[in-house]
């Protein structure tokens, strides 16, 4: 078993407040010193306890939350003096648990105290966070503003995203643990990604390790109570203390809850609508102390595994989902009639749960009756259904809860037969394990000489290995050097080719410009923004430049206006333009035309239109766009005119009609 650490505190003073501390391990006391609480959470944050124990939270005041918050995963904040409103004193509760009280006051003697009781699993457990844990993945650092090397940048870390999204899944999934999952896309990737997981923060802390600092955080928040909870420490004090039930509950958006007791009675039937996690717990916890969690379906919900776990129950699941036949026939058993279908499946669920316990739950009444106990019969159920067999049950509740006048004045006569059977026992089982133990004694003895002669042998070998290794790293290291400059080569070869092809071109565009018989043209394989932005860097475009385009379909409105803008003469094109484009072009009084229509010569990405069919062709066409303007405004004007003369006819009759009346 894992070596337990506890530490007892108690509060010595106020402003600052400043605390005892005695730490309890492995049975032993040692008193640790004075804290502030800032050194007091800084101290538990590094010794991570398993338990830090007190007599009263309230000593905490204001800084309640913030200590609960500060708190590893896996330590527990117990009060040892119960629940609020229930609570013993701290001595009384020393003396009934046989340990040794002095009568004066002494924060440490108080933290001594805590530490002990807590050890023996006196306390009540403050629960200050749901089995509920929010999870969140996100980009690590600003994308900032950029161009393609950016957009790269951001579409790798959206995917980054993603797969570690993928992989909390699957972890999670693996461990059967039920979430939920919301995700944000963006760039065929996951810009963000929040889980909620159904469980506490213990479960998760060795699947899901927090992220911070790299392309992708991973934060982890637990989810706060709205109030407090407690949860006894062991199951025996909440058996001993509240009743113990069977539970069944019907999650959605209206909650239904039904409790029978251990004889099969119901004790609570009850359905909300958007009743939260937190009032189901504290409903459930005012009846009594549940022992099983049943649902009506399978799987179970996450909601009833969350209830179930809260209270550290067992959960019940029918080997398939209950028909409604089958729950309305359990009801008429029952004898009882609901306000609704949720309380019908929740008592339904509970009930099939205590049909299934039933003959065991028969078979304790029958022992008890035997031995005279029947007045134990709830709490020796419990227990058994907490996992003690039947013999230990009856012998600590006995043993526990004998009333002082029961007992004779004498030395009361005790039946040893059982003890020696039982030390019999367990002398044969460590005879048998002192074998065993010699046996592997010798096993080890053998091991370590086998040990020994590899590690000898491992030792001639070394300094050879040594050197081959260094030999093979040195070479692969001279490989991965000769790869990486064959690489840089091969793209220096293609860009001195790239910019010759580019340099040739430019210089043919040049002579025939200074010749003066051939317009060059400037080429671009689609009309794309993307196609511009490389005919800008690779040659340029200038006001007065003539563009010929393949293919280019595609384009729109916006493209058209950025090549006005540019002040291009004309734009010649292989295929039609689109509509938009004409439009646009049409009606700044940019020419376009087709290749066929100027005898355009290509070669490449190089093209040349015969300088005096251009601008021919260019005169003709603004030409004949003019005579249309003025076709159009005079066509304007008279409808002007003509609509001008309608309303005037249409106002002399109205003043004629006038005076006729």
Do not use: C
Not at 385 to 405: D, I, K, S, W
């Amino acid at each position: 078993m894992r070596p337990i650490l506890i530490l007892g505190v108690d509060i010595i003073g106020e402003n600052p407040k400043r605390f005892a501390v005695v730490s309890w391990f492995n049975g032993r006391l040692e008193k640790k010193g004075e804290f502030t609480l800032y050194r007091l959470m800084r101290f538990i944050q590094s010794k991570r306890p398993d338990v830090v124990a007190m007599d009263s939270i309230t000593e905490l005041g204001q800084d309640l939350r913030k200590f609960l918050r500060s708190l590893p995963a896996g330590t527990k904040l117990v009060q040892v003096t119960g629940r609020p409103g229930e609570g013993r004193t701290l001595q009384s509760l020393a003396r009934e648990h046989g340990i040794t009280v002095t009568d004066r006051f002494d924060p440490y003697e108080e933290a001594k105290l805590s530490a002990l009781l807590a050890s023996r699993g006196v306390g009540y457990e403050v629960l200050a966070f749901e089995d509920e844990v929010r999870v969140k993945v996100t980009r690590g650092r600003s994308h900032g503003k950029g161009g393609w090397s950016q957009d790269r940048y951001r579409k790798r870390v959206h995917n980054l995203v993603r797969d570690k999204v993928r992989d909390i899944s699957e972890r999670l999934r693996r461990a059967g643990i039920p979430f939920d999952l919301e995700v944000k896309e963006k760039d065929y990737g996951l810009a963000r990604g929040e889980f909620r997981v159904y469980a506490g923060r213990e479960e998760i802390a060795g699947l899901i390790k927090p992220m911070r600092g790299g392309d992708v955080e991973v934060r982890i928040y637990p989810v706060e109570r709205s109030e407090l909870g407690f949860a006894p420490l062991r199951g025996e004090e909440a058996i001993r203390r509240r009743k113990s039930i069977i539970v069944g509950i019907d999650p959605g958006i209206t909650v239904g809850i039904a409790a029978i007791d251990l004889n099969g009675r119901i004790v609570a039937l009850h359905s909300e609508r958007n009743m939260p996690v937190g009032e189901v717990f504290r409903f459930i916890s005012d009846v009594g102390h549940p022992l099983i969690v049943a649902t009506d379906v399978n799987p179970a919900p996450g909601f009833v595994e969350k209830i179930a776990r809260s209270f550290k129950a067992s959960l019940f699941v029918p080997p398939e989902s209950l028909r409604v036949e089958e729950k309305k026939e359990l009801l008429r058993n029952l004898g009882v009639r609901v306000d609704d279908d949720h309380q019908r499946d929740a008592l339904a669920a509970a009930y099939k749960a205590y049909l299934r316990l039933k003959p065991k739950l028969e078979h304790i009444d029958a022992r008890l009756h035997e031995r005279g106990l029947e007045g134990k019969s709830e709490e020796v159920k419990a227990l058994v259904l907490q996992g003690y067999n039947l013999g230990e049950a009856m012998q600590r509740v006995t043993l526990r809860e004998r009333p002082a006048e029961e007992e004779p004045e004498g030395k009361p006569e005790v039946d040893v037969r059982p003890y020696v059977r039982k030390i019999r026992e367990l002398e044969r089982k460590i005879e048998l394990l002192e074998r065993e133990n010699a046996e592997l004694k010798g096993i080890i003895r053998e091991q370590r000489k086998t040990i020994g002669r590899l590690e000898r042998r491992i030792a001639d070998y070394d300094e050879e290995v040594r050197k081959k290794v260094l030999r093979e790293r040195e070479l692969e290291a001279k490989v991965k050097r000769i790869d990486l400059l064959e690489k840089q080569l091969r793209e220096a070869r293609e860009v001195i080719e790239r910019l010759s092809r580019h340099l040739t071109t430019v210089k043919r565009m040049n002579v025939v410009e200074v010749r003066g018989s051939a317009v060059p043209l400037k080429v671009l394989r689609i009309l794309s923004w993307r196609e511009l932005e490389r005919i800008e860097r690779e040659v340029g475009i200038r006001r007065g430049d003539v563009l010929y385009v393949i293919n280019p379909a595609g384009a729109g409105r916006g493209m058209a206006e950025e090549l006005v803008e540019k002040g291009i003469r004309a734009l010649i094109t292989e295929k039609p333009l689109p509509g938009e484009v004409v439009e646009v072009l049409r009606e700044a009084h940019v020419p376009f035309f087709t290749g066929e229509e100027l005898n355009v010569k290509r070669v490449d990405e190089f093209a040349v239109v015969e300088r005096e069919t251009l601008e021919r062709a260019i005169e003709e066409l603004l030409s004949r766009w003019e005579e249309e303007d003025r076709e159009r405004e005079a066509e304007r004007i008279l409808q002007l005119v003509e609509e001008y003369r309608l309303e005037r006819v249409r106002e002399l009759r109205r003043k004629a009609e006038e005076e006729r009346r």
